[in-house]
């Protein structure tokens, strides 16, 4: 299993940016699909999440900013990011799990983002 992320780099506070990740060797379709991002010194934390159904998650802090979405087509998943703030600053990594799996168990190799302010 491979995912390999992109789409991250410097961007003005209140701008935006695309992240992708790009999945292969799993079963995409039936697969949930996430962000995660680690900050300097904290922890790293679930960002949004997209369900093979199509139902989404959100962390507090981006709920109406950001936007999670799939292409089974493609086998991606995105993460739209607007009105970035200096606090979205991180490394942002994609993930996976498989159904009827609790544990994400795939993971990319990250994409720093990073919002000035």
């Known amino acids: 299993v491979q995912l390999q992320a992109s789409g991250g780099g410097l961007v003005q506070a209140g701008g935006s940016l695309r992240l992708s990740c790009a999945a292969s060797?799993?079963?995409?379709?039936?697969?949930?699909m996430a962000w995660f991002r680690q900050a300097p010194g904290k922890e790293r934390e679930l960002v949004a999440r997209?369900?093979?159904?199509?139902?989404?998650y959100y962390v507090d802090s981006v709920k109406g900013r950001f936007t999670i979405s799939r292409d089974t087509a493609k086998n991606t998943v995105y993460l739209q990011m607007n009105s970035l703030k200096p606090e979205d600053t991180a490394v942002y990594y994609c993930?996976?799990?498989?159904?009827?799996?609790?544990?994400?168990?795939?993971w990319g190799q990250g994409t720093l983002v990073t919002v000035s302010s």
């Open positions: 993930a996976a799990k498989r159904f009827g799996i609790s544990n994400y168990n795939f």
């Open positions: 997209i369900s093979s159904s199509g139902s989404t």
């Open positions: 060797g799993l079963p995409f379709s039936s697969s949930t």
